[in-house]
């Protein structure tokens, strides 16, 4: 099985940085995809930024220009690079991925358990 955590999260006054990380664990055969939802209260859950296994990202219309979504494969990690944060980027951030643990198995759908992001003075 694959495990993905997210860490990073915090609080951070309006335009400030923050960066996230999404790292894999256990049997981790391959990644592909890899996205970052966030979700705040009252809201849906909403599709940040995706990176593809080749590296290939695209970003909401809201983050373009503040957010930067990348990936290290040898580490087993993606990050999102915050800047120029707003109090509307305050949500639970989760990191989504299709994994698979071995050669030959079908990918799987995984969530992290979020990391809390509040942006405020």
């Known amino acids: 099985q694959v495990q993905f955590v997210e860490s990073g999260g915090g609080l951070v006054q309006p335009v400030g940085s923050l960066r996230l990380s999404c790292v894999a664990s256990g049997r981790v055969f391959r990644i592909w995809d890899v996205n970052w939802y966030r979700q705040a209260p009252g809201k849906q859950r909403g599709l940040v930024a995706s990176i593809t296994n080749s590296g290939s990202t695209t970003y909401a219309a809201s983050v373009k220009g503040r957010i930067t979504i990348s990936r290290d494969n040898a580490k087993n990690t993606v990050y999102l690079q915050m800047a120029s944060l707003k109090p509307e980027d305050t949500a639970t951030y989760y990191c989504?991925?299709?994994?698979?643990?071995?050669?030959?198995?079908?990918?799987?759908?995984?969530w992290g358990q979020g990391t809390q992001v509040t942006v405020s003075s």
């Open positions: 989504n991925a299709k994994a698979a643990s071995a050669f030959g198995q079908a990918s799987r759908d995984y």
